[in-house]
């Protein structure tokens, strides 16, 4: 399962560097690996036009997931975590 995300960029942690380039490398590994399945985690919305950057590179890293045969999407709208203040 891929459920990484990054909000803030900082130094080499860019959008791209964890919502494409880690997406893809995810995906490349589980495929010579053997995985059966892979569980990309995005978010509604996250299209590879978007004029947001963050939205972009989701978007980016949701295609890059799916070119593993046996990989499955799960877009969120909203993840509540309880260390989130509500």
Sequence with gaps: MNAVSLYVEGGHETFHSVHVTAAARVARLALEAGVER???VSGIGSEAESAS????TRGKGK???RRLPAATLIRFSVVFDEAMPL
């Design 38 to 40: 892979l569980i990309h």
């Design 53 to 56: 950057p963050y939205i972009r």
């Design 63 to 65: 295609d890059r997931s």
